[in-house]
């Protein structure tokens, strides 16, 4: 017991230590530069609690359910042998945990009311929220693709530079072409779609995958998934916006 | 809307954000595997540690520092106050009068990157991984570093109206020229730090910062450059990054010289 409260009372520390720079940013921009004075100082001190116990509880999470978990189904499946349902599994994950993302939903729906305003679409609710909604599954498919993807390349130990120039590539050169309203939303895109209980679970699967499969290097191999899944929704989404 | 209300309704939020990655997980586990986890119970707690911790740190997020943060970012854009600092008397602003916001970027840029939790993760993955070569808090400054420059060349960008994919593309080069040179084992590692910079933390307040400045910089559209913000913040820690490792690599090349 008495060892416990010191864990986490020492991890409390840890977290308290990852705001501070945040607190005397605003702190300075407020006081110094705005010269403002501090409002509702009761209700700040209550969220930066919060913040403060909700870091160090996640990181407990983290260290107990979801590294544990990625890990041992990424062994589990390299036993197993079967890489058809380890794709599924794959394909499945990146697809659950982008389609209901509330960074991408805010994303999607800002990107219809730039494609009206630029003229791609109706500027009707109806044609707005479907392209909204095409836009939402096109790039919860492509981080499901980009994991099977990134997957594959750890079982056949690809390397990753090559792959990564060629969607750079792909990037550059699909920005000449895809309207010029769409280009920003689909750089950004890639940015919104790794939430934050996906990479800690992804890359628990990555290093346990390149762990268990023998001539793989954990830290070459292993990590690499979540690079995959921001830079495919880049190319999916001008892909949309050119063909739409 | 009252604290417990709140609560309950940031957890509701987050609990729908875990199930369906815990259905699939669990789903796999049960149909496909076919084998007991170990420590199941361990595993239950720890993802609910995870609901709980992740939905009291949005909470204290949406009540401690978005607004201040959102208010600061509407603050520094405002022209009367770029215009209490600038020392030119034109209406139409230099772009070097926004310097406030440059260093705002930067420096919240940086801030919020070190307190990223999805970085701490990955960071703490690779630490284990490397045996110890990477340090947590080697890669957690190399990022963040890097999404204080993209962040701050980003406002930059918006201020004197540069396409961005200019920018996009400079820094690509930049990627690839460097992948050939940085040591081999930390080359994947740097191209996932682009992705997990950008999550919980600095979104909200990056974005508001963009869409701040899109509206009051005279002919930038709020809709079209308000955007973009996100995309430098995820490919400037690709190359601090690839460089951090350079660096060391360099410092223990040299140091074996002397020895």
Known sequence: MKAGVFALSRSMLGSLRDLAPIVLVIAFFQLVVLQQPIPDFFNLLIGFFCVVAGLTFFIYGLEMGLFPIGGSMAYEFARKGSLFWLLVFAFALGVGTTVAEPALIAVAAEAAQVAAAGGMI????????????????????SVGFALVLGVL????????????????????????????????????????????????????????????????????????LIAFASLSPMIFVMAYGMLV | MGFWEQFADITLSTIKDVIPIAIIIFGFQFCVIRRRITNLRKVLVGFVYVVIGLALFLLGLEKALFPIGRLMAEQLTDPDFIRSWSDSSVAVFHWSDYFWVYIFAFTIGASTTIAEPSLIAVAMKANEVSGGTIGVWG?????????????????????TGYPIYWFIIAGYIAVVIQTFFAPKMIVPLAYDSGGVTTSTVTVPLVAALGLGLAETVPGRSALIDGFGLIAFASLFPIITVMAYAQIAALRTKRNKIVD
């Open chain 1, 122 to 141: 109706d500027a009707g609710v109806q044609s707005q929220m479907e392209y909204a909604s095409g836009l939402r599954y096109t790039v919860a498919f």
């Open chain 1, 153 to 224: 390349r750890i079982l056949k130990g690809w390397s990753i530079q090559y792959m990564i120039v060629v969607g750079y590539m792909l990037v550059v050169v699909m920005t000449f072409f895809a309207p010029k309203e769409i280009i920003g939303i689909a750089y950004d895109s890639g940015g919104v779609t790794t939430s934050t209980i996906t990479v800690p679970l992804v890359t628990a699967l990555g290093v346990g995958l390149a762990s268990s499969i023998k001539g793989r290097n954990p830290m070459i191999d292993g990590f690499g």
């Open chain 2, 139 to 159: 890669l957690r400054i190399a990022v963040a570093v890097g999404v204080a420059i993209g962040i701050s060349l980003g406002t930059w960008r918006i201020v």
